[in-house]
């Protein structure tokens, strides 16, 4: 309040009158100068595809109408290699900026869409019922710094997935358009007698907070990719060259839920997910942040390893998943699929989700060892000290 | 001396407001608890009745048909093409043609609201949409989904018995939660269980071993893929023995939803979820447990239950007035209706209240929209303030285009897009609005704060503003999200 007070006492509006770019003069301090960035598989992304084990003669069994074939994967190790459209992706894999999780999932899993998320958004077990998202339990208990814009900004989707239920987070799609529509959001003291106008006065707050502190764009070098992906990359890197600091940015691409002519349309979200990948790196070491920055995808569900009569998968279980940073010790980590063992035609798991949150919490934020996200599960040993 | 007259005065004026009837804020209250937020007329008119006559006239007032037309090509079924004999031309065709009667299914919905001689009808229809959810997205065909609407509407206000047992063999729901495939051999539980958890017991009222048997009873419930009609397939049915909830039988699903219901626990489930659609998000034990007894010994006729929630003390009560959030269904008609702007292309109503996250005929699972609080985020909020702020300004609302399924491929595609769609001219003349609130300007404004806010703006507006910007002034105040 005091800021825009401050900037009203100057004849300006705080939205309209944007500050000088000071990106580099201050940046966030304490735990949370490590940003986390979540990308989101929105559907049940097909790890089998993205991370293939292509010297299993099983694969090629499984999966007679879709399997990738030997000569077109982008080889890791002489087992594991890539998707072909993550090629863009193998000089970071190269430079040792890439983990590759493979086998990460839960005991119990469940099939659905919106009771799988629900059990990733929540770090809940799964026949467990939480009500907030791991991001904001872990934030009520260990808050950012008030001066940061927000404790999250969530791109490309309308549910807070993770930050929903308390967290400080807004939604942003694009950074202009929200600085204009901010305008209509108020800036009232909260009034604590009616909870349902509390609320509204809540996100409202959010909302002024966020968009007094998100202005001013950053000329960036990086030309970023002109997909929807790339676009919320750009986003995504103009809140992080913000002074004023995130602790979180979640990304969310959508159209993973391949039942049926899975190929192209997974090619085309694994390309655009590469391209943007890089434009990350590029765009966040011209800020001085690739050090301080760490990514990860996560998704309800991998699919199927059985391809089905439509070219497509079915709902399916366990799946690798990627940890990409500049402070990331790259390298294949977890457990490879065994397709010969199969539990009702699904992978077994051999990461629990909850050991990424964990590691997160511990090795990446250094917060206490707590119970947040969900119990106590083994931190993954891929970050450089 | 002065004090005693003046105290008489208030006596008296008291008396005669109890008399002439509970006022224009008790009005306010009940028509938007169970309609939508009133018109001046509206306002008027109940305020003049007492409680009791005025929950009476609401209820005696309902309809059981919508009085909007049904497009001859929306009501008529057809049955699911086999995609593998289409081409790919064809194949378009048919979304395209799926997503044009969706948009117009919806559409229908936002017009009749809008139109409908009584919200409470429609206010109820969407309720049990909510409670017996099914979604377009699976079930596919516009058809069965307008006459799930129909099914809902007819029984809004009537046997919430009956109206179960009838959803029980829709065939939009019999897809839906995939009694289509629950046969002898392989029984699906889908149906099953979510009819105990859901529509009638609610969470730890039975066991998974009820759900196991009760999936055996409901086998051989079908549809006739042809005719889009519930059939029944008797060699697809178990006839063997099942014990359901303690009783036990060579049970129908019929028998089963009679179980259902004759357990306590039914009628408090769906006695709170109405209390915390009329009334809080706090149901008071005690009162659920008063109310879902005369459910139950009214044999679950819906009237009587309204009649008592509606009636009750905490309806009434100080504390439960402007703490709930309208949903974008109620936002958006509720503006509509009250600002008299009935040219708004309701295809445009029913775009935005997906934008807003309520898309009609489309709720996110079974559970049905969680509503409440977290109808708001900053999105939400956003896109809210966004669409009121246009219809205050009488902007021209672009009209949804032809063909929604692949965005424009090339830069002159997308300008010939954005040239050739129409755009919806919205008449929207604040100063007669408000002229005709009153004769005298400071109580226009007075009347029309009274009109759109559910309690006091939360910062006073300043005085002085033109009708325009007053009144959309008071649209973008957060208070103006409430009920």
């Known amino acids: ?385 | 001396m002065l004090r005693f007259w003046i105290t008489t005065i208030l006596l008296l004026s008291a008396t005669l407001a109890d008399a002439a009837g509970m006022g224009e804020a008790d009005a306010w209250h009940l028509l938007a608890r169970t309609g939508f937020a009133p018109t001046a007329a509206e306002l008027s008119d109940y305020a003049r009745l007492s409680h009791s006559a005025a929950v009476d006239q609401l209820l005696a007032q309902t309809v059981q048909q919508a009085i909007t037309p049904v497009p001859a090509e929306l009501a008529e079924y057809s049955p699911p093409p086999r995609f593998k004999d289409l081409s790919e031309e064809e194949k378009k065709q048919f979304q395209r043609e799926q997503i044009q009667h969706g948009l117009q299914l919806r559409a229908r919905w936002m017009q009749e609201m809008v139109a409908t001689p009584s919200p409470l009808t429609e206010h109820m229809t969407l309720f049990w949409h909510n409670h017996f959810v099914s979604s377009i997205q699976k079930v596919k065909s516009p058809a069965l989904m307008l006459a799930q609407n129909q099914l809902l509407r007819r029984d809004a206000l009537g046997n919430f018995g009956d109206m179960l047992h009838a959803v029980a063999k829709d065939p939009a729901m019999i897809i839906y939660l995939d009694n289509l495939q629950n046969r002898k051999a392989q029984p699906n539980e889908n149906f099953a269980r979510e009819v105990m958890e859901l529509f009638t017991l609610g969470i730890g009222n039975y066991t998974e071993q009820d759900v196991r048997e009760a999936a055996r009873a409901f086998t051989g419930w079908s549809l006739d893929r042809d005719t889009g009609a519930f059939l029944n397939r008797p060699f697809q049915h178990d006839n063997g023995i099942k014990t359901v909830l303690g009783q036990t039988g060579n049970f129908n699903g019929d028998d089963v939803l009679d179980i259902l219901l004759q357990q306590p626990a039914t009628a408090e489930w769906v006695t709170q979820k109405l209390w915390r659609d009329l009334i809080s998000d706090h149901p008071d034990p005690a009162e659920i447990k008063r109310l879902a007894a005369i459910f139950r010994d009214q044999h679950y006729e819906i009237r009587p239950l309204l009649r008592a929630i509606l009636l009750s003390d905490a309806f009434w009560a100080p504390q439960n007035r402007g703490n709930l959030v309208k949903s974008p269904v109620e936002l958006l008609v509720g503006s509509v209706r009250q600002l008299n702007i009935h040219q708004l292309d309701p295809r445009i109503l029913a775009l935005t209240s997906r934008q807003l996250e309520q898309d009609l005929f489309a709720p996110p699972n079974v559970k049905g929209w969680p509503g409440g609080d977290s109808w708001i985020n900053s999105t939400t909020l956003l896109n809210r303030k966004q669409f009121l702020d246009k219809l205050t300004r009488g902007a021209d609302m672009p009209l949804p285009e032809q063909n929604m399924i692949q965005p424009p491929a090339t830069p002159e595609q997308r300008l010939a897009r954005l040239t050739q769609r129409g755009m919806n001219h919205i008449d929207y003349a604040p100063d007669n609005w408000i002229g005709n609130l009153a004769a005298q300007p400071q109580d226009q404004y007075r009347r029309a704060e009274h009109l759109l806010l559910a309690a006091a703006p939360s910062e006073p507006v300043a005085p002085g503003l033109p009708p325009a910007d007053y009144v959309r002034t008071l649209l973008l105040d957060p208070v103006y999200q409430l009920k």
């Open chain 1, 1 to 385: 309040m005091l800021r825009r007070d401050f900037l009203k006492a100057l004849g300006c509006v705080p939205l309209i009158c944007a500050a000088p770019n000071l990106a580099i003069a201050a940046s966030p301090t304490g735990e949370y100068r490590n940003l986390l960035i979540l990308i989101e598989f929105k559907g049940g992304n097909d790890g089998l595809n993205m991370v293939i084990p292509y010297a299993d003669d099983n694969y090629y069994a499984l999966r007679p109408r879709i399997a990738i074939p030997r000569d077109q994967v982008v080889q890791l190790d002489e087992r594991t290699g890539l998707h072909p459209a993550l090629q863009p992706m193998l000089p970071l894999w190269q430079a040792g900026e890439v983990a590759v999780v493979q086998g990460v999932g839960y005991p119990d899993p469940n099939l659905s869409h919106f009771r799988a998320i629900e059990i990733w958004d929540t770090a809940s077990a799964s026949n467990e019922y939480l009500e907030q998202g791991w991001l904001s339990r872990t934030f009520a208990q260990f808050p950012p710094p008030q001066g940061f814009a927000a404790e999250g900004v969530s791109i490309g989707s309308a549910d807070l997935g993770p930050l929903a239920g308390g967290a400080r987070a807004i939604v942003l799609n694009n950074a202009d358009q929200f600085a204009r529509e901010a305008k209509l959001a108020d800036d009232a003291p909260i009034q604590r007698s009616n909870a349902a106008l509390a609320h509204i006065l809540k996100v409202e707050n959010d909302v002024q907070h966020a968009a007094s502190h998100l202005d001013g764009h950053y000329a960036f070098k990086t030309e970023f990719p002109k997909t929807a992906f790339g676009n919320a990359i750009h986003t995504a890197a103009e809140v992080i060259a913000n002074q004023s600091g995130v602790a979180v940015v979640r990304i969310s691409m959508n159209g993973f839920d391949t039942h049926t002519n899975q190929q192209p349309t997974q090619a085309r979200l694994l390309k655009e997910f590469a391209e943007g990948v890089v434009a990350l790196k590029a765009s966040l070491t011209e800020l001085n942040r690739w050090d301080t920055s760490m990514l990860m995808t996560y998704s309800e569900f991998g699919r199927r390893p059985q391809d089905n009569a439509g070219n497509g998968t079915d709902h399916g279980t366990a799946a690798p998943h990627f940890i990409i940073g500049g402070m990331v010790k790259g390298g294949l980590y977890g457990k490879p699929p065994a397709l010969q063992q199969l539990e009702n035609s699904n992978l077994t798991y051999g990461v629990d989700f909850r050991s990424l949150y964990s590691t997160v919490h511990q090795k990446w934020w250094r917060l206490p060892a707590s119970s947040i996200p969900g119990g106590h599960f083994t931190n993954l040993n891929i970050i450089r000290t």
